[in-house]
């Protein structure tokens, strides 16, 4: 069964709580941060983009079809805003509830405290002790901050979510894009303007520009009603992770 077993989850309960009060000790603890991904026990993916793009309600969808796959998943949401992170728990909760039984799926929410210089020295550590726990570790972080400029660094998969929110242009070169593997485009079915986005993202971001030898991805997708996640996983998170350039 694959599973995330009770031990497993209190031991890393217990280290993410340390090691977020005691960054300083994160090299002691788990033998050292290190940017080199290759080092993963597990598939490690980042998905960030800007605030409300809807990054937490697509991996609640990833959710049920990872662990469909016999996979056991951690999702580290990085709440940059709050202090004790409530609101943020409380989001991922709402929206990632059906798989918070689920005994193969751990989720924990990281607050920045407003140091996020520090997440930035215990993240490392944080995810490595995940990979060793899990099959694929996925790590969401919003838009501004330290944490969120390193973040594609400590990834194997780095996913870009964004959305027709505000100003095109704006939003394409915010969250990191000009890293990302892959592009999710949640097309929020609400918003106007959602097919000149597309088309806007297809022509200016996908086909120009790669990383390594990767053909960068752009996947299109309704993340509220769950559409376009199969193919976004199959033919992008998991294409990327078996193409051998996953560490590019
Ligand atoms: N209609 C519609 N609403 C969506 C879609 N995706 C997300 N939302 C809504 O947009 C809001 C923000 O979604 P989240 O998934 O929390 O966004 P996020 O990127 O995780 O935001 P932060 O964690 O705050 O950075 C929620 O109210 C979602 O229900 C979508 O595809 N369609
Ligand atoms: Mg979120």
Known sequence: MSIISKADRGRLARLITHLQDNPETAEKTVGGPSANSKLYAA?????????????STLIAQMLPILRNEGLRVIVLAIDPTSDVSKGALLGDRIRMRDSYEDEGVFIRSLATR?????????????????????????????????????????????????APLGDAITLM??????????????????LDGGKLFLEQARTILAPHSSQGSWQRGLFSLDAHRGEGIKDFIHQGVFT?????LRNE
């Open 173 to 190: 070169k915010s969250g990191q894009t000009e890293h990302a593997h892959i592009i999710a485009v949640n097309m929020r079915e609400g």
């Open 114 to 162: 407003g140091a996020s210089q520090a997440l930035t020295v215990s993240l490392p550590p944080i995810i490595k002790a995940c990979s060793e726990s899990a099959d694929i570790v996925i790590v969401e972080t919003a838009g501004a901050g330290q944490v969120d400029i390193e973040i594609h660094r400590l990834v194997d998969t780095f996913i870009s979510v964004i």
């Open 43 to 55: 598939h490690v993916v980042g998905i960030s983009g800007v605030a409300g793009a809807g990054k």
């Open 240 to 244: 990327h992770r078996d193409s051998g």
